[in-house]
């Protein structure tokens, strides 16, 4: 059973950084996207930045320039770095992982991390 494990969330001040960590435990097979999503009170959960299987990254046009989506040559590690943080940015942010099991596409959800930025 593959599971998703975030790290890194905290408070910090309008202008500031976090970097936001997602690991993978358990058999991903063959990756086909990975990612991370945020979810703020009453909105649906939307995209932050995501790398697809060959490396290609895609950002809500809310955070291009100011964040940036990485992994570690395993790619059983992703990080979301987050530069210039707005209030706006304040949500709960969840990893995630789209992965061909054998039998069919499965997906992942971290448990969510919450992102405060106070202005």
């Known amino acids: 059973q593959v599971q998703l494990v975030e790290s890194g969330g905290g408070l910090v001040q309008a202008g500031g950084s976090l970097t936001l960590s997602c690991t993978a435990s358990?058999?991903?097979?063959?990756?086909?996207?990975m990612g991370w999503y945020r979810q703020t009170p009453g909105k649906e959960r939307e995209l932050a930045a995501s790398?697809?299987?060959?490396?290609?990254?895609e950002y809500a046009r809310s955070v291009q320039g100011r964040f940036t989506i990485s992994r570690d040559n395993a790619k059983t590690t992703w990080y979301l770095q987050m530069n210039s943080l707005e209030p706006e940015d304040t949500a709960v942010y969840y990893c995630?992982?789209?992965?061909?099991?054998?039998?069919?596409?499965?997906?992942?959800w971290g448990q969510g991390t919450q992102v405060t930025v106070s202005a």
């Open positions: 358990g058999s991903t097979g063959n990756i086909n996207r």
């Open positions: 790398l697809n299987r060959g490396g290609d990254s």
């Open positions: 995630y992982l789209r992965y061909w099991s054998g039998f069919g596409y499965r997906e992942r």
